[in-house]
T-cell receptor, first 115, second 113 residues
Framework: DTEVTQTPKHLVMGMTNKKSLKCEQH?????MYWYKQKAKKPPELMFV???????INESVPSRFSPECPNSSLLNLHLHALQPEDSALYLC??????????????FGPGTRLTVT | AQSVTQLDSQVPVFEEAPVELRCNYS??????LFWYVQYPNQGLQLLLK??????LVKGINGFEAEFNKSQTSFHLRKPSVHISDTAEYFC???????????FGSGTRLLVRP
């Protein structure tokens, strides 16, 4: 099973709202990722969690707050977003950095619209 | 610095024709290479990967790619495309000491009847 699930599929929120995106995998992977993808562009890395600790933060604004409650779950908390934050948010997971386990598996994404 | 270049932003091709999507990478160290496909309004699906070993890599949906170290290329090929192959294709590289995938800009494959 190489499935990463994400909820919700679509989200519309106002600039003063607080919402959360959720991601789950049951592949035993120990690295999980958040990406942001704008139309007709490749995904841009936002955060990486390795063994439930934040490993990489790509200088993401503080209105995005990641959380990794356990090795299977990854959340992205959203607060006071701007319209330019509207995008497809992708979650991914991987076994880690060893050869043979480094590929990342992506979820279907959450389409976020900020009004 | 590591980078990935996809030379064609769009490749139109007729159904049942062969196709090649080009990818070149640059890195001063060994890298792993991947091709992902993204259908409209969906996430990325791993088509194939090169980690080591045989330079000809076979993936899902009849796609294959050849790793060429001297030309620093990892071109994706399919001998006969279907309408359903219409999608965005991303080439990506990863250093074995990093979590950070470096993506190319993407190539839109447009298969026409």
């Amino acid at each position: 099973d190489t499935e990463v699930t994400q909820t919700p599929k679509h989200l519309v929120m106002g600039m003063t709202n607080k919402k959360s995106l959720k991601c789950e995998q049951h592949m035993g992977h120990r690295a999980m990722y958040w990406y942001k993808q704008k139309a007709k562009k490749p995904p841009e890395l936002m955060f990486v969690y390795s063994y439930e600790k934040l490993s990489i933060n790509e200088s993401v604004p503080s209105r995005f707050s990641p959380e990794c409650p356990n090795s299977s779950l990854l959340n992205l908390h959203l607060h006071a977003l701007q319209p330019e934050d509207s995008a497809l948010y992708l979650c991914a997971s991987s076994q880690g950095r060893l050869a043979g386990g480094s590929e990342q598996y992506f979820g279907p994404g959450t389409r976020l619209t900020v009004t | 610095a590591q980078s990935v270049t996809q030379l064609d932003s769009q490749v139109p091709v007729f159904e049942e024709a062969p196709v090649e999507l080009r990818c070149n990478y640059s890195s001063s160290v060994s890298v792993y290479l991947f091709w992902y496909v993204q259908y409209p309004n969906q996430g990325l699906q791993l088509l194939l990967k090169y980690l080591s070993g045989s330079t000809l890599v076979k993936g899902i949906n009849g796609f294959e790619a050849e790793f060429n170290k001297s030309q620093t290329s990892f071109h994706l090929r399919k001998p006969s495309v279907h309408i359903s192959d219409t999608a965005e294709y991303f080439c990506a590289s990863l250093m074995d000491s990093s979590y950070k995938l470096i993506f190319g800009s993407g190539t839109r494959l447009l298969v026409r009847p």
